[in-house]
């Protein structure tokens, strides 16, 4: 594989600038593209910050000086200064890193806090150290207040602008220590940009020559049969403490687990994938995984469009991933609930770090494209942003469309974005209500990627233990390990050799479902069944429109997401003679209005959802449908032990097959003595 080494790369660039052409020209004979060294003076660094956070922590805005209105992402911008400089090395892809020198802010924020007021007029940016993407950001006095990472950028404007689209803002371990708060050290408290302005090297500007991509089912040259395969895995992520409030959207400071208020909390991930690193042979994605080696041979590119951009290739519309995650409960009796479930962050933008440029592909030479073994890291509060995140509704999960006509970002259908969608900080977010985070148990944290064409939906997924405490705030402590694949395999594994316990897909071209079952002998003859079923990207779709913006002339060919609804019946066969007790439906939800209901009759025991007495045109008169991206548990208490059987899931939208079965385990028939059969009695 051919990487570009980071260590290498600010080598060359020093070697570069000490001594010139010819160590220019001795790294080309090594067959490699030499770096670039550039420097930016002016631009402007944009703030969102997060105002919820900080009040958490006696921390608030006081004021500003020379600062803009905010823009049409709701950033509010601060100058840069046309002094000092900041040298930055370019390889043949992409900007990689920055090397040396400073820029100061001509402006800034002022905030106070328990310790006093701190100060970001005229704060500086200092690289933190050789070969970083981190910027410590040092106010007047020299103290170091926050930093700059999770950086996603482009080079923009033929080369005379380095563009990163979004950073998070980090509290620096000093600052933390300060406010006597050593555990927030690194807590994400805003959204950033920043627009570099490239100084010219002899009239020229940052050239970066971009590769032509292998889309999927590109034949592979000289290989016949084989295709390029998309298939992206989540290489990392990390949960943070975002907000919380008692009565959202209003502020409203939170009072924890014995508090006389159950509050909304809200929680976000900072998510790292990879490309596929496959290309002839295969090779480990995420080491040390079970399931992080690819079984595509050939990995494609990936297509990674901001919504809105205009119509590329190979859809023909602004094709790009998107994010979701969930929270879930295991609790002491070892039942599993889902209890957060995030909206969808559409991406925008890729940054294609550790790219392999060995073979045919845009080799991470453009940000709209993810490369061969290319990573990006979406970070906290980019997927904390109001402008990037739109309901699961719509999305068509299995094919990884999206609704753009009729959507939150464009309700009347007109082709333009309204930027932020009317969402608020917290809307679409993973909002937690307090007493269930202190409900006890085993927590896991779930994040996860919806990728057109991706042959394996198991690898975008992954999940990692999690705890939570309150001090004067909410806080999560990431645990390990972290696996490829749902929580729900985690409960109940596939491979599982337990008799008392199965766990089953159903997967077919409309998605995946997996339903587990978890049996256990309560003694006395009782035993409780606790099944989960976990709708992974399962959607009987109606639509309208072709999905090829080309079309788009026509109002009535324009993409819309009527509605993506999953199942709203679940059924469990319960023989003859038997009965259930301790009925329960678990949504994760705690809105008793919205539960399914269940009933025993005619040797079936089934979950319906409710009906909605006034559905919207052409949508199935059903509330609280088991949908995409979402689990729901059922369970009952019966007399009888387990053995294979079959249950039942009902699609709510009409269609064949009306319903989809899977084979795991339900109660078994109970024993007729034969002997007193009929009134049969023997005569003495």
Known sequence: MKTRSRSYLLTFALAALMHGPAAVAASAATGVQAPQTWTALGGDLGFIWNVDLLRDYGIALKGSTDVSAPDNRDFVAVPLRDQGGLSFAVTETNFDHFVAGRLALRGGFSLTTPVGEISLVDAVLVPRGANSQKLDVVDATGKKLFYLDRLMYVIADEGRTVDVQT??????????????KPEITDWVVAQMRMRLNVVA????????????????????????GATYQADVFMLSFQGQYSRCSTNPPATGTCDGPAGATDGYAVFTPSSTLRN?????????????????????????????????????????NDQHPNLIWNLYRIDANNRIEQIGRSGVKHAFVTTNTSCDNSGPGSGGTTG?????????????????????????????????????????????????????????????????RESQLAAGGTYYFESWYIVRDDINIYNTMSSRPVTFNFGSSWSLT????????????????????????????????????????????????????????MNLDFARAVTQ????????????????????????????????GLSASSIEFNDGDLDAANNWTGTAAAGT???????????????PAVLNPLNWGTMFRF??????????????????????????????????????????????????
Request: aromatic share 10%.
């Open 167 to 180: 950073m998070d803002l980090r509290l620096h371990e000093d600052l933390a220590h300060r406010l006597g």
């Open 201 to 224: 090297q002899d009239g020229n500007y940052i050239r970066i020559v971009q590769g032509a991509p292998v889309w999927p089912g590109t034949a592979v040259a000289g290989v016949p």
């Open 276 to 316: 596929n690193v496959n290309h002839g042979t295969f090779s480990p994605t995420v080491a040390g995984d079970p399931n992080g080696t690819s079984t595509a041979q050939y990995s494609a590119d990936v297509a990674w469009y901001r919504k809105f951009s205009g119509t590329f290739a190979p859809y023909d």
């Open 368 to 432: 709209a494209i993810l490369g061969l073994a290319c990573s990006d890291t979406y970070g906290t509060s980019n997927n904390d942003s109001n402008n990037d995140l739109g309901p699961r509704s719509e999305i068509i999960p299995a094919t990884g469309q999206w609704g753009r006509c009729g959507s939150i970002f464009d309700p009347n259908c007109t082709l333009t974005s309204n930027t932020n969608g009317g969402n608020n900080n917290y809307s679409q977010r993973m909002i937690t």
């Open 478 to 533: 990431n645990g390990a390990p972290q696996l490829l694949g749902p929580v729900i395999n985690r409960w109940v594994s596939p491979t599982t050799s337990n008799p008392n316990q199965k766990n089953v897909e159903i997967a077919n071209a409309e998605g995946h479902t997996r339903v587990a079952v978890n049996v256990v002998d309560l003694g006395g003859g009782q035993w409780r069944y606790d099944y989960a079923v």
């Open 545 to 576: 429109g072709t999905g090829k913006y080309s079309d788009d002339s026509d109002p009535a060919q324009r993409f819309r997401v009527i509605h993506n609804f999953g199942f709203d019946r679940f059924s469990v066969p319960l023989p003859e």
């Open 605 to 619: 025991l089934s979950w319906t959802a409710p009906v909605n007495p006034t559905p919207p045109a052409n949508t």
């Open 635 to 684: 369970s009952f208490v019966t007399t009888q032990a387990p053995t294979a059987a079959d249950i039942d899931l009902h699609v709510a939208q009409s269609g064949t097959p009306a319903s989809y079965t899977a084979t795991v385990l339900a109660p078994s028939s109970p024993v007729v003595d034969l002997i007193y059969a009929d009134d049969f009695e023997e005569q003495l």
